[in-house]
């Protein structure tokens, strides 16, 4: 028992480490003035829709909807030549393929060594109108991420270490998929339901989690949390018919609020009161992992 707690305080501590050092790069960014700067803009003209990969090693990364509406533009500064980011794009069978990554080191060496990435500032603005797949793999990063507006039809997230901020503050018009990678990394998920997702996965790592399924989407949704090494906070908005089923751990105290015991099925599973009198329905599965973990269901906003 020693041993495992031992084990969650050093986890904690490097989870706190990590996101003092992506605050710490991103106020050094702002200090420095000896970036150097690439910016590109890609005109869409007959892509049906568009398949988004970024490969980001460290730094800041910031994504929302563009302005001009058959647009996607690029700005990244960087420190060195071998971290200048480079841009990809090429069309096949009316698919838009936009892949951004740093450039691979002329040695051939793919270590990443984080403080080469320190200055590191990604940000990029996607046109709302059109239908995206978005694959983003990150290191150490700061991550603002608003997809709010946008017609997300499949969302892939997986990150190392730092803060990752996503948001769905206006509905999706496409039904998506997501799915969430989180390393040693806060993370934090608001307006969840406005994403229109017919599944959402979520899978902890070392750090703490707040995941807010509030808004506006209808239907059936699946909902699958893996809680991990930290504390994990849950809101869910009473506009939705919940069923909840819960994975107990022995190193995981959990408390809910706002929902009803099934006593007759199983003490692990509960109810939203009224069940089955809502147009959104939402079925979930929540895996304890080691930290707190609190469920409310409450007024939406």
Not at 78 to 99: A, F, Q, V
Not at 185 to 193: D, I
Not at 197 to 210: D, L, P, R, T
Request: charged share 35%; aromatic share 8%; net charge negative.
């Amino acid at each position: 028992m020693r041993q495992i707690f031992l084990m969650i305080i050093t986890l904690l501590l490097i989870t706190e480490i990590s996101c003092e050092r992506a605050i710490d790069r991103k106020q050094k960014r702002e200090k420095s003035s000896k970036l150097g700067a690439v910016e590109r803009k890609i005109n869409l003209k007959d892509e049906e829709s568009l398949e988004i990969n970024i490969e980001f090693p460290a730094g800041v990364l910031k994504l929302e909807p563009a302005l001009n509406s058959s647009e996607i533009e690029f700005r990244g500064e960087y420190d060195t030549e071998e971290t200048r980011p480079e841009i990809i794009y090429e069309i096949n069978r009316g698919i838009g393929d936009l892949l951004i990554k740093t450039k691979e080191r002329a040695d051939g060496d793919r270590n990443i060594r984080i403080d080469d990435y320190r200055d590191n500032y990604w940000e990029l603005k996607v046109p709302p109108q059109i239908a995206i797949n978005f694959y983003i793999k990150s290191g150490v990063v700061d991550g603002e991420l608003d997809f709010s507006a946008l017609k997300v039809t499949y969302l892939e997230i997986e990150t190392g270490a730092g803060s990752v901020e996503i948001n769905f503050d206006k509905l999706n018009e496409a039904k998506t998929k997501i799915k969430l990678e989180c390393g040693a990394a806060k993370f934090t998920g608001n307006n969840l339901c406005n994403a229109n997702f017919s599944s959402f996965e979520f899978n902890g790592g070392v750090g703490a989690s707040e995941l807010d399924f509030y808004g506006e989407q209808e239907g059936e949704a699946e909902v699958d949390i893996n809680c991990g090494v930290g504390k994990n906070v849950i809101r869910i908005a009473d506009n939705f018919d919940v069923k909840l089923k819960k994975e107990s751990s022995f190193l995981a105290p959990f408390t809910v609020r706002g929902l009803e015991q099934d006593d007759r099925d199983s003490s692990d599973e509960y109810y939203s009161p009224d069940f089955g009198r809502k147009s959104g329905k939402l079925a979930m599965r929540v895996a304890l992992g080691v930290g707190h973990t609190s469920v409310r269901y409450e007024k939406g906003r």
